[in-house]
């Protein structure tokens, strides 16, 4: 018998209107994937696909910038796993609209 303890992390999924943490414990080795899983998060917020949901860990997107992929990122005691919504507008888009709209605004003065 081995002599196996778990670990604490998180995971946090937040909406306009509402924030959901959840403090979990996990056994060593678990990926952020798993502990999205075990959360619940999925079967409370349908909208919440773990086959396509985009994941991070304290801000830091995984799969990018030489972090494993959700589901190969073995998590750490401490962890935050954080859900990531998809964007409502493209940030460069909205940027240029509301740089256009300065101008008019501006030139209308």
Known sequence: ????????????YAL????RL??????PGTTALQALEQSGIPKE????????AKLGIFGQALGTKGLAVAA????QPGDRVEVYRPLI??????????AEKAKRQAQGN
Request: proline letters at 9%; charged letters at 30%; glycine letters at 0%.
């Open 72 to 75: 190969e990122y073995v998590l």
């Open 89 to 98: 507008a493209d940030p460069k888009e909205a940027r240029k609209q509301r």
């Open 45 to 52: 917020y349908p909208e919440v696909d773990p086959a396509t």
């Open 22 to 27: 959840m403090s979990l414990l996990v056994e």
């Open 1 to 12: 018998m081995t002599n196996q303890k778990t670990i604490a992390v998180e995971v946090v």
């Open 16 to 19: 306009p209107h509402e924030q």
